[in-house]
């Protein structure tokens, strides 16, 4: 195995640790529940990063497929017949084709374009599971619970267990997205977001690719719902509104978009804010937009790519310092 | 090698390319001039399956390519650099020539491997010392001076192990001596690779000394072909410079 690839298991081994020891030395259940959250809207807007800053497509209905995959979860549990992990599969299999039928025609569209009509087509799932309301629940959500069987001798009815769940799954979509950022197709859709005209005289099938990519971030986005659903034991019609994209995209301003793990960072931070700031005043909302107005004027991008140029910008200084030092001590010598 | 036979495409009222049929041996070496707005990038853009032309054929190895995207006209061996160089600004020169060569293995979509390919590297390395761009390898494309930009965008192309090659203005916005050096580079290519070389170029006196053939375009038709000889020699060109171009024109009564 090639030695970055083995770097990035032992880092993600390292964040598996720390994730899986925190709640052991804070047993608080309100950190639990905050870790959870950033773990699936962390997910989340690492899978619309996929999109957005791999990719160079910004789409606004990316809920769509994390709502998708919370409910065909819940309803496969609700039936009875299928086991956690094969509802799991079978709530992904079932965002991917959704995912495959949308994205073949969003692919086609260009930048605002592009945009737009992700929206209109979250717009119109969410009017679905609105009106849909045997099947969904209407505006009251995905009510009665969702079981959580045992299944290889794992309990997801205990909390401790469910959020150890969430944490192995959060890690292994990591990486494997992390694969897919490092991997020759990754590259390929950076060829994409920086000149698709020129990828195409390179003999690339940029609308394949845009295709192969949606139907993954929506894939992944699905998992992120399915976490979502197992945790609050339901499914609701917000999951699928334009906000909780809009979420996903502040998740992505800012943390960064250029830095791998930049939305997780932003997740974290979006929900550390949420928590202290409905604490303090009401208007939560305000202060969320005065802080995501100081970081876009202020940074001009997310913190983990400000932070990743200041870090390039200091080697270059030091680098061309030590090189103006060295003649100097020969000098002396 | 590429025959192209009575191609014409307007731009709403604009005739950009009038009854062009032009042939390009195998191996051969073909400048194309004309003044500003001649339809050269037209031609171009018509041949690479960028645009389609309202009629007429492009015959490349006695297969017509009209109507095949250029995706698959690069496919098939023809490669293009562009008059803007067109690259990837977030990638390194490396990264970028690693990319196209993937993509010129088919091997773009590949999901389960890392990149760079190492089947890729020995190849990328050849075409870096090849440009003379091995020094800038880390650099990002973005922070190319402009003249290795050209190159980098030539590289590109070349990483199509194109059979002919398609080189509009190499030498756009360059200083005297960085013209030189990059169309010695260009010509050396040409021998080294035994290429179908066409290129695009408005300093006549580069174009009289390296090409083996020159076609003059104006208003989007054929005005005259032949020799360097010939075209210094032929009165419609020196006629249709001489309002336009007097660069050409003094060229013209110099030989
Ligand atoms: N996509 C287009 N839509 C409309 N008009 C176009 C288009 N492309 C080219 N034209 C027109 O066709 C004519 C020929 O343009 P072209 O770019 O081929 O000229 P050129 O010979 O390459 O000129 P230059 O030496 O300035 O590069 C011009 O009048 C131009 O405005
Ligand atoms: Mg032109």
Redesign the pocket.
């Known amino acids: 195995m090639r030695r970055e690839s083995l770097r990035d298991l032992f880092i993600a081994a390292v964040a598996l640790a720390v994730l899986l020891v925190l709640p052991v030395l804070f047993p608080q259940p309100a950190l639990r529940d905050f870790l959870v959250y950033v773990i699936a809207y962390g997910l989340l807007a690492m899978s619309l990063n996929l999109l957005v800053g791999l990719t160079g497509l910004v789409s606004f209905g990316h809920a769509a497929y994390f709502a998708s995959g919370a409910y065909s979860f819940g309803l496969l549990m609700q039936s009875g017949h299928f086991s956690v992990p094969m509802a799991m599969l079978c709530a992904l299999a079932g965002t991917a084709l959704l995912a495959l039928v949308i994205g073949a025609i969003c692919v086609r569209l260009k930048e605002i374009y592009f945009s737009f009509i992700t929206l209109a087509f979250q717009m119109f799932i969410h009017s679905i599971i609105l009106t849909w309301v045997d099947v969904t629940g209407g505006d009251q959500g995905l009510r009665g619970g969702i079981p959580r069987p045992a299944f290889l001798g794992i309990d997801l009815s205990q909390a401790g267990t469910l959020y150890a769940f969430c944490a192995v799954v959060f890690i292994v979509c990591l990486l494997i997205m992390r694969q897919v950022w490092q991997s020759p197709f990754g590259y390929t859709l950076r060829m994409i977001r920086d000149n698709p005209a020129r990828a195409n005289f390179l003999g690339v099938n940029v609308l394949r690719m845009k295709l192969g990519i949606f139907v993954l971030a929506g894939t992944m986005a699905s998992m992120a719902g399915i976490l979502m659903a197992l945790f609050v034991s339901g499914a609701y019609a917000e999951f699928a509104f334009w906000t909780m994209s809009g979420e996903a995209i502040f998740m992505i301003m800012l943390g960064g978009m250029q830095v791998f793990l930049g939305p997780v960072i932003g997740a974290f931070l979006l929900q550390t804010l949420n928590h202290y700031v409905t604490i303090y005043t009401e208007h939560h909302g305000l202060v969320l937009g005065l802080v995501i107005l100081a970081i876009v004027l202020g940074l001009r991008r997310g913190v983990a790519d400000y932070a990743r140029d200041w870090l390039a910008a200091r080697r270059t200084t030091r680098e061309a310092a030590a090189l103006e030092a060295k003649p100097a001590k020969k000098a002396v010598s | 090698m590429l025959d192209v036979q009575n191609l014409n495409k307007s ?2 009222g ?1 005739q ?1 390319t009038r009854d062009v049929s032009l042939n390009f041996p195998a191996g051969s070496l073909t400048a194309i001039i ?10 171009f ?1 018509l041949i690479s399956g960028h ?1 389609r032309p309202d009629s007429g054929r492009i015959l490349f190895e006695g297969r017509d390519l009209v109507g095949l995207s250029s995706l698959e006209v690069v496919r098939r061996g023809m490669a293009r650099a562009f ?1 803007v160089a067109s690259l990837f600004p977030s990638l390194t020169v490396r990264e970028a020539m690693t990319a196209a060569v993937t993509s010129h293995q088919r091997r773009s979509a590949g999901l389960f491997s890392r990149f760079p390919l190492s089947g890729s590297r020995d190849r990328v390395q050849e075409l870096l010392e090849l440009l003379g761009l091995s020094a800038k390898a880390d650099v990002l494309s973005a922070n190319l001076s402009h003249g290795d930009q050209k190159l980098l965008d030539i590289g590109l192309a070349l990483a199509m192990e194109p059979k002919v090659l398609l080189l ?2 190499p030498t756009a916005g360059m200083g005297p001596d960085e013209r030189w050096r990059m169309i010695d580079k260009v010509h050396r290519l040409w021998q080294a690779k035994q290429l179908t070389m066409i290129f ?1 170029e ?1 300093d006549m006196d580069i174009v009289f000394k390296i090409s083996q053939t020159v076609h003059v ?1 104006k208003y ?1 038709a054929v005005l005259a072909q032949g020799t360097p000889e010939e075209i210094r020699r032929n009165q419609d060109v020196i006629d249709a410079y001489l309002g336009t171009d007097h660069h050409m024109a003094l060229a013209a009564e110099e030989a």
Do not use: R, S, Y
């Not at chain 2, 004309?34 to 031609?43: D, L, M, Q, V, Y």
């Open positions: 731009f709403g604009v950009a004309g003044p500003n707005g001649a339809g050269k990038t037209t031609f853009n645009i008059q509009d203005e695009i408005h375009l989007g």
